[in-house]
Nanobody, 121 residues
Framework: QVQLVESGGGLVQPGGSLRLSCAASGSIRSIAAMGWYRQAPGKQRELVGVIRSGGSTNYADSVKGRFTISRENAKNTVFLQMNNLKPEDTAVYYC???????????????WGQGTQVTVSS
């Protein structure tokens, strides 16, 4: 069974920075993509960014130039470096991954439990 665990959320002032991490564990053969979503109160969950197995990345327009996704493949871990944070970045951030497990022929999608990010003065 695969599990995703996020960490690094917290309270930060506008203009500050946070670094989120998400570690995947379990019977993993390969990871096709790992990404971050966020959901604010009263809002739909939205894609923040994704990094694929080949290293390519995509970001939401609202975070381009401020957020950076990176990965440490040997540890099945993805990071989200968030700089110049704004109050509108306040949300629960969720890790998401498409993972091929051992003895499987198709990828499955997994979600982490979420970590709270609050940007306020």
């Amino acid at each position: 069974q695969v599990q995703l665990v996020e960490s690094g959320g917290g309270l930060v002032q506008p203009g500050g920075s946070l670094r989120l991490s998400c570690a995947a564990s379990g019977s993993i053969r390969s990871i096709a993509a790992m990404g971050w979503y966020r959901q604010a109160p009263g809002k739909q969950r939205e894609l923040v960014g994704v990094i694929r197995s080949g290293g390519s990345t995509n970001y939401a327009d609202s975070v381009k130039g401020r957020f950076t996704i990176s990965r440490e493949n040997a540890k099945n871990t993805v990071f989200l470096q968030m700089n110049n944070l704004k109050p509108e970045d306040t949300a629960v951030y969720y890790c998401n991954a498409d993972i091929l497990g051992f003895r499987e022929w198709g990828e499955k999608n997994y979600w982490g439990q979420g970590t709270q990010v609050t940007v306020s003065s």
